[in-house]
Structure formats: C-alpha cells, structure tokens
C-alpha cells in the first residue's frame, strides 16, 4: 500500500477541482489531486463548448428562413448534413479538451492520484485499493452526474443523457427531450433546427430558470410555437420497441397518443457525486441529500477542514462559479483555520436558447413581495431588435422600493447574454436604478430596451 502525506487533498480535477489545487500550491502548500475518471472539464467534455457548437450550427440553419422576408431569396434547398455537423462538434470538442489536458499534463507527476478516493477520517482517504492519503485539509471537487428519472428507464438503450449527444457520429431522424430546463431546452431547440423531429417534455411548468410567472409564460408560448414543448406532460409509459421507443402520453380531456421516437434524452437535472465519498467517516454534518453543509462564503464544511466546490456542493453549477468556489476552498485550505470569506459575484445565467433566456442577481421568487417594483419592457417593438428581425422577448428588472437599489432580473430576448453582463456589474457595484439610467446609451440598440424597463421602474418606484 502506498502513503501520501499533503497539507491539502483535492478530490476531483474539474474546473472547481483545478482551481483550488493551483490556490493551494500558490500559498505554498504540498497539494494533491486525484481524480477517477477522464481529465478534462465537464464544461470542455459534455458541456457549455459542445453544446454552443451544436447550437451554432442549428442558428446558421436557421438563418435562412428568415431571409425571404429581408428579401433574399434561395433558390434550391438547405441540406443538413448531420455526420458533418456532427464530426466538427466532435473535432472542436476535442480541441477544448485538448486545452484542459495541457494544463493538467503541467501539474507534477507526484502531485497527480489516479483513482476513487474514499473519507477513512477526517485526515484520510483511501484511493481504490492502492493508496492511502494522510491530510491536514481535503477540498471535496467531485462534480455531478446526470439524474435519470425512473420512469424513462423503459426506454433501454435507448435512453441516453445530454451528455451522450455529442459522441453521436450523426443526427438522428428523432427524439424526445425530457427535461425543459437549461439543458434540455438548448438542445432541444438546437436538434429541431438540424431537422431532428423533436418533441420536449417537462413537469411542473417550468421552463429554463425562470420564476417570474410572466417570463414563463411568455417561454412557453415562444418555443411552444416552434416545436412541440409539453411543461408538465404525463407520460403513463415508455418502453423499447423495434429501433426506438414508443412512449404514451395522456392529456387532461382524457385523450392519449402514442408517440415513437428513435432516442429519449434525459436532460432532467444532475445530482452531486458525493455519495461514494465515505463522507459518514466523517465529522462534517450531511444534509438530506448527501451534501454536507457548508458555508458558501467559505466553502467549509462546519468546523472542519474540509472544504467542498463546485458541482458537488448543488449550489449554483455553473462554470464560472465552480472557478470562484474551487479558489476560495483552496485558498481557505491553505490559511485553515484562518478561513476568510471570498468574493462571490453577483449571480448570472445564461441560456444560449434562440431567443436567450438570462437570469441575474436575485430572481423574482426570491424577493419578498411588496418589497420591490417591477420594470417591464418588451422586445416585440424594440426598434433594433425588429431591424433584425428578432423581436422576441420580455424583460422584467426588479429594484428595491425605497432605496431604488436594482435587486435582479429575468429576461428573454435577443443576445441578452449581454444585458445580463451589463446588470450583473451594475448590481454588483451597487447601482440603483437612477444612477443606471443615467449611463450612457447609444442608438439603435437592444440595449435601449433595458432603458426602457428602468424608466417604468423609475416610475414606479416614484408612485410606491
């Protein structure tokens, strides 16, 4: 049996993973990090760069559809071909991992375990059957594993998750999608625009990571329009049958229809990789889905010395979160016991759905009522958005009554990825909706729109 001796283990080499070993070597501490399963971040592998590659090539065939209204015309057809669409997702893919590798191959050979790691104590892991390591501190970074409903498991094999989508070697003639969230949404609407016969199904009503009743409202309706999008479908059955599924849906007039499909995506959430970790050999105190309970701002587990990031903690898993989180449980790692909180960031969330969806700061479930007004401005009328011929979209920016203090957002719209930039460093900074109003605006752009919800909430606050 082989022994290690660290001032700080990290489990896992994801983004959050990568992060604190780099903040733990940084402040000078012996640091190892141990991974079980492929170098190369989630976000790199199977996430944010595949998916933006498979979108990009359903919005440029998408684009011709609106060329015979800007008046130009296509004579002949638009051919998708899906093995070529496919081999360049695959060959960029692998580029991105490529990066991440890079980096990894820098680390030190004897700074890097190969293995599943296992809590003996609070000071030592057991690696596979062939390593013991003995810590001062220990950064949990395992990440998460798509959650697969029980339900969908009559689909065989041919039920896959999101993240089997981007080793297909070609496009298939359809699919269902179960789970209209983040996910689910971008590639749902990404495959429908491949020419991929897509249906999605959710439960509950919701849609993307929206709360504000009229923005979900108003998704639905928008990609309900373009393909067939069900949020709270009742599916009574799913089983394999020939070369696909065959799947019964009910509907409230008591009517079914049976719908056959070629594969069933599950895009139905992720769940944190912490229940193999021997986290009951612990001290730290486990929360009612596995995950200890830690202090955000520290990332520490109670009194302990041992730290959790990223998508392990099921706190916000998104990349540039697990980034922040990994540095802060890295660096407080390194000082323990002298933890200091870290900077964390105003929250932002993008979806890179066509309209965008975007959520930043607080959300409207998250604020009292009758502490805050909404400003509300449609792109429907928005001079540049029309000019472009994406006039779609709803906005809804709440601010504090009183103080005036912009407090979050919820919007979908063209390219609001930007817009969300633009408030999360106006939140973040402080800004009330005056002081915002009085920045500087050019024309024509979509950006105008912003203005135009917080003069309403001017207004309003100005009423309240």
């Known amino acids: 049996m082989n022994e290690v001796n660290v001032d700080v283990a990290v489990i896992g080499a994801g983004t959050a993973g990568l992060a604190a070993y780099r903040a733990a ?17 989630t976000c790199a592998r199977v996430g944010c760069m595949p998916s933006k590659l498979l979108i990009a090539a359903a919005e440029a065939a998408h684009a011709t559809e609106k060329w015979d209204t800007f008046g130009i015309r296509l004579e002949g057809t638009v051919r998708i071909d899906g093995a070529a669409v496919m081999a ?22 004897d700074h890097k375990l190969r293995g599943h790691a296992k809590f003996v104590d609070d000071h030592s892991l057991q690696v596979d059957d062939h390593t013991v390591v003995t810590f001062g501190r220990a950064v949990i970074a395992t990440g998460s594993s798509p959650s697969i409903p029980p339900v969908l498991k009559g689909a065989g094999d041919r039920l896959i998750v999101n993240d089997d989508v981007f080793d297909w070697d070609d496009l298939p003639p359809s699919v269902a999608v179960f789970g209209p969230g983040v996910i689910g949404l971008e590639i749902g609407q990404a495959l429908h625009r491949l020419g991929v016969r897509t249906e999605v199904f959710g439960r509950g009503h919701f849609v993307g990571p929206f709360s504000d009743p009229a923005l979900k409202a108003y998704a639905t309706q928008t990609f309900g329009d373009e393909f067939p999008l069900f949020t709270d479908a009742r599916v009574s ?16 007039d008591g009517s079914s229809a049976v719908k056959e499909f070629d594969w069933v995506i599950a895009a139905t959430g992720r769940a944190p990789n912490v229940k193999h970790l021997g986290l009951e050999n612990t001290s730290v105190t486990l929360g009612a889905n596995g995950v200890p309970e830690f202090d955000r701002t520290t990332m520490q587990c109670g009194s302990t010395g041992i730290f959790i990031a990223g998508d392990a903690n099921n706190d916000v898993p998104l990349l540039h979160e697990a980034a922040d989180e990994g540095r802060i449980a890295g660096e407080n790692a390194a000082r323990f016991p002298q933890v200091q909180p870290g900077l964390r960031r105003e929250p932002i969330g993008v979806v890179f759905s066509d309209p965008q969806l975007a959520t930043v700061g607080r959300r409207f479930v998250d604020l009292a009522p009758d502490s805050f007004v909404t400003g509300e401005v449609s792109f429907e009328d928005q001079g540049r958005a029309r000019v472009m011929l994406r006039n779609k979209g709803l906005l809804h920016v709440y601010a504090e009554k009183g103080s005036g203090r912009l407090l979050g957002c919820e919007m979908i719209g063209p390219d609001v990825e930007h817009l969300a930039h633009l408030l999360a460093w106006a939140m973040q900074s402080g800004m009330t909706v005056q002081r915002a109003l009085e920045m500087p605006f050019y024309h024509p752009v979509v950006e105008e729109g912003l203005r135009t919800a917080l003069r309403d909430a001017a207004a309003k606050l100005a009423d309240a």
Do not use: H, W
């Open 25 to 41: 070597i940084a402040a000078g501490r012996r640091a190892v990090i141990i991974e079980g399963g492929p170098y190369g971040t």
């Open 237 to 252: 059955s799913i089983e394999r049958v020939g070369d696909g599924v065959r799947l019964m849906q009910d509907f409230d």
């Open 88 to 109: 360049r997702i695959k060959r960029e893919r692998d580029r991105f991992v490529g990066f991440v590798l890079k980096g990894v191959d820098n680390i030190p050979a």
